[in-house]
């Protein structure tokens, strides 16, 4: 969601609050008290509203409700107040945690949590899937994806002959390199949760691995047997 958040959304005007396992309303007025200053001749800020699965739900449901039901929500530590602008027109994104630990859907989860956000604003809730928001395939990815299926198919073992290095076939059309990469996360890494987070970090983690088939160590082996498949397995397995 994160990263789907970051390349759709977010512009040069977005500002960033992370709310994890607590909710100081002092550094968030005073936050959105300096933003708002800020963004004084900006007719069109947007606020970026990260919320960890560990947040305090009930403190930020009330906190929800002063800023988007009254208008307004106050330090009362300091006595800022915070208000929004009537004559500004504010954007608000807002990411959402979900685990499927309860076996609820994503609906579900967001009116449970969030019933404030539910009940003025149901409409506008975007889930990130596989289906809507793919893993996106850039050079990275395309390696990992290459060498994995030179390992699917067997020929990962090669060896160099008549001087000419161990090399393979870019693959150009995404939706194959994606699959690659999918059948090795759901073979060797199922255990781990279901979401977009985790499959990044897993298609990195291999491909800082998997680097090692550019090298010369391997692109040039010409004595050492079942070299390719011995790597990959020690990548899958440690």
């Known amino acids: 969601k994160t990263h789907r958040i970051n390349t759709k959304y977010k512009n040069d005007d977005t500002r960033c609050f ?7 309303i002092s550094t ?27 947040a305090p739900f009930e403190d930020l449901n009330r906190t929800l409700f002063l800023l988007f039901i009254c208008g307004v929500f106050i330090d009362y530590n300091s006595g800022l107040i915070y208000s929004l602008s009537k004559i500004k027109s504010w954007k608000f994104i807002i990411e959402i945690p979900y685990s499927d ?24 809730l975007e889930e990130v899937t ?6 996106f395939i850039g050079e990275q990815e395309e390696l990992v994806a290459r060498f994995l ?23 150009t059309n ?17 255990e781990l949760p279901q979401n977009k987070l985790y499959e990044l ?11 090692f088939f550019t090298g010369h160590f391997y692109c040039l082996n ?14 899958m397995f440690n």
Request: proline share 5%.
């Open 201 to 211: 970090s897993f298609t990195k983690f291999l491909y800082r691995r998997i680097r």
């Open 174 to 190: 995404s939706d194959e390199a994606r699959q690659y990469i999918y059948n090795c996360i759901n073979k060797n890494a199922f």
């Open 28 to 54: 968030l007025t005073s936050s959105f008290l300096s933003f708002d200053m800020l963004m004084s001749n900006n007719p069109s800020p947007s606020i970026y509203l990260n919320i960890s699965i560990h």
């Open 101 to 124: 630990k309860f076996k609820i859907s994503v609906k579900e989860n967001f009116e449970q949590i969030l019933p404030i956000l539910s009940i003025i604003n149901p409409f506008s």
């Open 130 to 135: 596989s289906d809507n928001y793919p893993l």
């Open 222 to 235: 010409e004595t050492i047997k079942n070299l390719g498949s011995t790597v990959m397995k020690q990548i």
């Open 18 to 24: 992370s709310i994890n396992d607590k909710l100081n």
């Open 149 to 171: 299926k030179a390992f699917e198919n067997h020929k990962i073992d090669n060896m160099m002959k008549n001087e000419k290095p161990i090399s393979f076939e870019p693959i």
